[in-house]
């Protein structure tokens, strides 16, 4: 069963930074998108950012300027760095990968709090 595993949620005041990073149990991404979702209490899962085998990135207007996916394709790895941080960021953020099907972490928590 392949398993991607976040790390690196937590509380932070509004305009800082966290840094997400997600491990794939097996190698299965390499030549595949990963990237990150998140999900708000009463909200839809919305699409954040994700990166191309080939290292493109893309990302939600909402976290444009803000935030930067990166990939280190050898360690089968993903990561989130949020910088300038704003309450509306406050989410449970998902690490995603899709290899003829889409596959989930389990989530970690982001609070953006004074």
């Known amino acids: 069963q392949v398993q991607l595993v976040e790390s690196g949620g937590g509380l932070v005041q509004p305009g800082g930074s966290l840094r997400l990073s997600c491990k794939a149990s097996?190698?299965?991404?390499?030549?595949?998108?990963m990237g990150w979702y998140r999900q708000s209490p009463g909200k839809r899962r919305e699409f954040v950012a994700h990166?191309?085998?080939?290292?493109?990135?893309a990302y939600a207007d909402s976290v444009k300027g803000r935030f930067t996916i990166s990939r280190d394709i050898a360690k089968d790895s993903v990561y989130l760095q949020m910088d300038s941080l704003k309450p509306e960021d406050t989410a449970v953020y998902y690490c995603w990968g899709y290899n003829y099907r889409a596959y989930w972490g389990q989530g970690t928590q982001v609070t953006v709090s004074s």
């Open positions: 990166m191309t085998a080939v290292l493109t990135p």
């Open positions: 097996e190698s299965i991404f390499r030549d595949v998108t």
